[in-house]
């Protein structure tokens, strides 16, 4: 937190960054150089992303600060992208990673569940999105990676919910990506298998196995295998790749 700002440091905001697969992007972000900017949805949380901008900070010499945030409020979203081009001076990678399940099948599935994964996963993305946009359009250069999954690509019983959310992530992305193309902002969706975090961590060793054995590469996938996609996407060799939904499985056959 000591060390000065560098505006010349690229700047990255991961959301939901405090545990999981954000956690992973956001130290592989700072890892390549950047300045990392952890977001968490509650006073709970915090602890967790202190710690981790700290680590961040001491191991990579970038500056991080941890803020919190709740995503679906377009407001807390705004001040937190904010926030974050303010402390580095710019902002260049805006990655959408937090996201909720509230899983059920849709016979039995509750307003409030669907509501609620509607309103962190997609309209969460859209509240940052737009944030970032206007900042990323003045700058002429930018970054944005949208956390879909291949739940959202192919659809899964049990989460109609968490699939339309996914889905409708991409048809963010795709069409953000042409509104933004002329300004050298490019805006991708990677869609991630079988991870193994917290939000998988209720599966049972059957459910696991059952998943192993539909899995190509006959593991689940660790949230690094992600990070180091994500990272590809920020980078500047990736400036001609814009638009795309790119599934990270280990070959999975859903
Ligand atoms: P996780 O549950 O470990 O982490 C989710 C993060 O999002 C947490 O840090 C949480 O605090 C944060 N978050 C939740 N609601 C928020 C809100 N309203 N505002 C700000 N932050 C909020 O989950 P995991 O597995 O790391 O997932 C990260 C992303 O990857 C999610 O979008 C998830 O849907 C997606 N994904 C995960 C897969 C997996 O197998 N784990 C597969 C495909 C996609």
Known sequence: MTEQVKPERKGALVTGSSRGIGRAIAL?????????????????SLPAA????????????VKSLALVANVASAEEAQTLVESAHVAFGRLDVLVNNAGITRDGLVARMKEEDFDAVIDVNLKGTFNCCKAATKIMMKQRSGRIVNMSSVVGVSGNAGQANYA???????????SLSCELAPRNVTVNAVAPGFIETDMTDALSDKQREAISSRIACGR????????????????DEAGYITGQVICIDGGMAL
């Open 220 to 235: 689940l996938g660790q949230p690094e295998d992600v990070a180091n996609l994500v990272k590809f996407l920020a980078s």
């Open 50 to 61: 202190q710690e981790l901008a700290a680590q961040i900070s001491a191991t990579y010499g």
């Open 164 to 174: 339309a959310s996914k889905a409708g992530v991409i048809g963010i992305t795709k």
């Open 28 to 44: 592989s972000l700072a890892e390549s150089g950047m300045n990392v900017c952890v977001n968490c949805s509650s006073e709970r």
